[in-house]
């Protein structure tokens, strides 16, 4: 049964629920509500809740645990001769689940259909090209073992399937039966109903809290694999970054010290753009600019924090890069090779973090009591001096806060990048050199069919990992900062 029909079936039984558990405390109170403890919503609510909530808590269950229980049974049927020298097991898995998928045309079905029925014409071949019409992208030709692993994984995914609707309903069905049964005129309907919302929205809450979590454990699981292979100081001293798919990587220079320069030479010319502009945009708006300026203003710089960072990149890659290349490249002063270097991508992503450092400072200045400067008024200041002497250095904590907020979002920026600044793992002072980032380094480690249980591939997590600790320190550096200011100004 398809997964949208299911969800369909559990909220018409929840929907009816409510229906015939309304109708049965009226009944069961005469009509009269006054005998009910709770209003009939109340009943009908419970009803509700207690066949929609346990149906769906064991539908996402179920779909987060099949997949793993049904790829552990494949992989221990597959054969160790199937699994090639180069490849790994999560590589065949990959195939079998795509071959799987394929399956279901019609094309390739008739050729399973006649070639289990030994006809001499369908052979693997034949499959391989149904799957291929069928969309799959299927990497040469499908062996005998990979087209029986897929046979065997679909059969059970659809055996789960039929299980877990059957399970979802009969649940369902189960909850609505019981809140029926509930509805007494003497049972507390409405102390349940909101003790089950406010577990509800407790959950919700949590679910940042919990995935958070999730993502900390990954990146800390798969590092420390990463650091049982290759060592903790060739990796954190290393001058050098040459990975290497070959012989599982031992032959890698895997030094991350050449991607932490890009990151932060890239991130601090980005930040000479974004905070002067930013700051001063941010001065007029607050300071000089009239209302009518200031709501057309204001929306309209803005609008640049809602652009996507893949145009930003092509801005970076087809304007700002070969502009660059007319003053500073070989027809100019000479000292840029190509339009892809750290310059291109400090001064696109400095234009994105205008909006940002702008609009916090804003914030900011306008958040000084506006006392302090009436008070530098009355002493004969004029407003450029108020505005340098008196509200400025009141709103600077948190400036500096809002600024070490952009730069934590500069250093996880990754689109602009990877498109403007170039993919050479470098150490130069040179800013019209082209360079590369943690982020680009992370993407490039896992595109493809690589081996994740080498070194090349779990690196990406421990690069992940060492840059989720400094975006963390500056987050809690700059959040520090505001929060003393605004218990000094509020």
């Known amino acids: 049964m398809p997964l949208f029909w299911l969800v369909l079936i559990v909220c018409a039984v929840a929907a009816l629920g409510f229906v015939l558990g309304r109708q049965r405390a009226l009944a069961a109170a005469g009509g009269d509500r006054r005998q009910l403890h709770s209003l009939p919503s109340y009943y009908g609510a419970n009803a509700m809740l207690k066949a929609a909530v346990p149906a769906f808590l064991l539908m996402i269950v179920w779909l987060l645990v099949q997949p793993i229980v049904v790829a552990n049974i494949v992989s221990g049927d597959i054969p160790q001769g199937a699994v090639a020298d180069n490849a790994s097991l999560g590589l065949v898995m990959a195939e079998v689940r795509r071959t799987a998928s394929g399956l279901d045309s019609a094309v390739a079905q008739g050729l399973l259909t006649a070639r289990q029925a030994a006809a001499p014409a369908a052979d693997i071949g034949q499959i391989t090209e149904a799957l291929k019409e069928a969309?799959?992208?299927?990497?040469?030709?499908?062996?005998?073992?990979?087209?029986?692993?897929?046979?065997?994984?679909?059969?059970?995914?659809?055996?789960?399937?039929?299980?877990?609707?059957?399970?979802?309903?009969?649940?369902?069905?189960?909850?609505?039966?019981?809140?029926?049964?509930?509805?007494?005129?003497?049972?507390?309907?409405?102390?349940?109903?909101?003790?089950?919302?406010?577990?509800?929205?407790?959950?919700?809450?949590?679910?940042?809290?919990?995935?958070?979590?999730?993502?900390?454990l990954s990146l800390v699981f798969n590092t420390i694999e990463f650091f049982r292979l290759y060592p903790a100081w060739d990796f954190f001293t290393g001058l050098n970054w040459a990975p290497s798919f070959s012989g599982r990587g031992g032959s890698s220079d895997l030094g991350v010290l050449p991607l932490l320069w890009g990151t932060f030479y890239i991130s601090i010319v980005a930040l000479a753009v974004a905070v002067p502009i930013g700051l001063f945009a941010a001065i007029y708006l607050s300071e000089y600019a009239s209302p009518r300026v200031r709501s057309v203003a204001k929306p309209m710089l803005e609008v640049l924090a809602g652009i996507p960072t893949i145009v930003y990149g092509l801005f970076a890659l087809l304007t700002v890069g070969p502009l660059l290349m007319r003053v500073f490249g070989d027809d100019g002063l000479g000292w840029m090779q190509a339009g892809t270097a750290v310059m291109t991508a400090g001064l696109v992503m400095g234009i994105m973090l205008i909006p940002f450092v702008?609009?916090?400072?804003?914030?900011?200045?306008?958040?000084?009591?506006?006392?302090?400067?009436?008070?530098?008024?009355?002493?004969?200041?004029?407003?450029?001096e108020t505005i340098r002497q008196v509200v400025l250095p009141a709103a600077l904590p948190g400036i500096v806060g809002a600024v070490l907020l952009a730069a934590s979002r500069a250093i996880g920026e990754t689109m602009i990048v990877v498109l403007g600044a170039g993919?050479?793992?470098?150490?130069?002072?040179?800013?019209?050199?082209?360079?590369?980032?943690?982020?680009?380094?992370?993407?490039?480690?896992?595109?493809?069919?690589?081996?994740?249980?080498?070194?090349?591939?779990?690196?990406?997590?421990?690069l992940g990992m060492t840059l989720f600790v400094i975006t963390l320190g500056l987050n809690v550096f700059a959040l520090f900062i505001v929060r003393k200011y605004r218990e000094q100004y509020e």
């Open 423 to 462: 993919a050479a793992a470098r150490l130069s002072l040179n800013p019209f050199d082209a360079m590369t980032t943690v982020t680009a380094k992370i993407v490039s480690q896992l595109t493809g069919d690589a081996d994740f249980a080498s070194p090349e591939a779990l690196v990406a997590f421990a």
């Open 135 to 216: 969309g799959q992208i299927v990497t040469g030709e499908i062996t005998a073992p990979v087209l029986q692993a897929a046979q065997s994984y679909r059969g059970l995914s659809a055996t789960g399937n039929l299980a877990m609707a059957a399970a979802v309903i009969a649940l369902a069905l189960a909850g609505a039966a019981w809140g029926l049964a509930q509805s007494a005129p003497a049972f507390r309907a409405r102390n349940v109903v909101e003790s089950g919302i406010r577990a509800l929205l407790i959950a919700a809450a949590s679910i940042a809290i919990l995935t958070t979590i999730g993502i900390v």
């Open 358 to 384: 702008s609009s916090l400072s804003d914030d900011i200045i306008n958040a000084v009591p506006q006392a302090m400067r009436d008070g530098s008024y009355g002493l004969g200041a004029t407003k450029s």
